[in-house]
């Protein structure tokens, strides 16, 4: 072979892999990951699906529904399936800030303070029934859910890059609970629950645990590598002009909904189209149609929406308000 042909081909193969080589590669590590929650998560295809979506947009997720339908577990598979750091954090109404972010302990042999870092310096953050910690405590997660790293004694301090939370809460029981303020609900990417799942389903997961629980048998299938390139190959799916003007359009048009108070926000335009673009890379696709983003509206934008007195009393919910601006806005052609 010539100089110059040995040369060209010693450049492709140390050429980076092309736009569809990377997009294959994350498809098949949505494959697997979604293949392992499933062993464990009967008949919960769609929560499974948009909470790898939030995985690959690196925003996080509330999961909200009563209890026993599988939210705790939910959360622990993901972190079982990818092998990464997990922390757990219980709360309850006596937690503090300190027990999440950390604390600087005197070292008398020293005499010197040094930092212990909290369960917030992981890489996947439980967060178990979050509404039940004081406001105080809640508000210790929004900089490190926002900007992935706190502040602690004056100092500030980075988060891992995978950084995600998953957190839960019980829409039901309302004793001993905090309504999380809007500025915590907005940090989260999606808000969705699990329901109650079909009777076959159902009598598959009595059959599942007749030799234990499943999760005791997961087995890891992604690395932090994985996500990290799943979430690049996210954000390589493209985004047309109109596709942008129209979640622009979904977003802004429940600003002007009667009884809406508060209205969604832009970090909510840019976690749709992202939420959207993961959700298209899952369906084989290296572009993003309005199908995507409509299959999400409800969860992204909801939970930030704020209603007044008179509207909730008339039983108009947040997710009414975010159908009617789905009816309201036509998709591009």
């Known amino acids: 072979m010539p100089a110059s042909a040995a040369d060209a081909s010693a450049r492709r193969a140390d050429a980076p892999p092309s736009t569809a080589d990377a ?3 994350a498809r098949e590590i949505h494959r697997r990951l979604r293949d392992n929650l ?13 909470l790898l979506a939030a995985v690959a947009a690196g925003g996080h997720v509330l999961l909200e529904d009563v209890p026993g339908t599988g939210k705790t577990t939910l959360a622990k598979a993901l972190a079982r399936s990818i092998h990464a750091t997990f922390k757990r954090v ?14 600087s302990v005197y070292d008398p042999s020293e005499h010197a303070f040094h930092f212990r870092p909290g369960p917030v310096f992981t890489q996947i953050l439980l967060a178990d029934e979050i509404n039940r910690a004081s406001p105080r405590t809640q508000a210790a997660l929004l ?10 004694d004056g100092e500030l301090r980075p988060l891992d890059e995978l950084f995600f939370v998953m957190a839960t809460q019980n829409p039901i029981e309302l004793h001993g609970t905090y309504p999380l303020p809007e500025a915590q609900m907005d940090r989260f990417a999606l808000r969705f629950g699990l329901g109650y799942i079909g009777a ?16 005791a048998r997961l087995q890891p299938c992604a690395s932090v590598a994985d996500i990290l390139a799943l979430r690049r190959a996210a954000q390589q799916v493209r985004v047309a002009e109109p596709l942008r003007r129209y979640i622009v359009a979904l977003v802004g048009a429940t600003r002007a909904q009667e009884g ?12 749709l189209m992202q939420i959207g673009q993961a959700l298209a890379l899952f369906d084989g696709l290296d ?8 299959e999400v509206v409800v969860p992204v934008i909801a939970h930030r929406l704020g209603l007044d007195p008179a509207t909730r009393y008339a039983g108009r919910r947040a997710a009414d308000v975010v159908r009617d601006c789905l009816v309201a806005v036509p998709p591009p052609d």
């Open 143 to 152: 900089e490190a859910m926002g900007e992935a790293q706190v502040s602690v």
């Open 23 to 25: 997009l294959d590669a």
């Open 38 to 50: 499933a062993r464990v998560l009967r008949g919960q295809d769609q929560a499974i699906r948009w």
């Open 260 to 271: 809406v108070v508060l209205g969604a926000s832009p970090r909510a335009s840019l976690m």
């Open 287 to 294: 572009f993003l149609p309005p199908e995507q983003v409509r």
């Open 200 to 215: 076959d389903a159902e009598a598959a997961l009595l059959d599942d645990q007749r030799r234990g629980h499943p999760l």
């Open 90 to 103: 219980q709360f309850t109404p006596d937690l503090m800030p300190s027990d999440i972010l950390g604390v």
